[in-house]
């Protein structure tokens, strides 16, 4: 069983960053892949990013390649999410994800992930 918990969300204006942090519980983190999904309102859950077990292979929606970067210390069971250059069209929810496949075969489908966190409010202001 994974616990997972979300923060640093809030309110940026447009260009302004926030790095969001996971923390897992379980001494068995380090072998869990992990993503974070976000949900606006009205909306479906999208994918992200994700990063596998290891940290050596990320993955990324188009609509934020090159402005976010997901990285993880397993040392600290945390997982996180730098966001850079923000848009107003990244306002939703934002969720962390645990995969019990370290390597996350489907890492863009929620299906593949068994343990969500709460999720951490992010609002970009025009």
């Known amino acids: 069983q994974v616990q997972l918990v979300e923060s640093g969300g809030g309110t940026v204006q447009t260009g302004g960053s926030l790095r969001l942090s996971c923390a897992a519980s379980g001494r068995t983190f380090s072998t869990y892949g992990t993503g974070w999904f976000r949900q606006a309102p009205g909306k479906e859950r999208e994918f992200v990013a994700a990063i596998i077990w290891s940290g050596d292979s990320t993955y990324y929606a188009d609509s934020v390649k090159g402005r976010f970067t997901i990285s993880r210390d397993n040392t600290k069971n945390t997982v996180y999410l730098q966001m850079n250059s923000l848009k107003p069209e990244d306002t939703a929810v934002y969720y962390c994800?645990?995969?019990?496949?370290?390597?996350?075969?489907?890492?863009?489908?929620?299906?593949?992930?068994?343990?969500w966190g709460q999720g951490t409010q992010v609002t970009v202001s025009s």
């Open positions: 994800a645990a995969a019990s496949r370290g390597s996350i075969r489907y890492p863009r489908y929620p299906r593949s992930y068994d343990f």
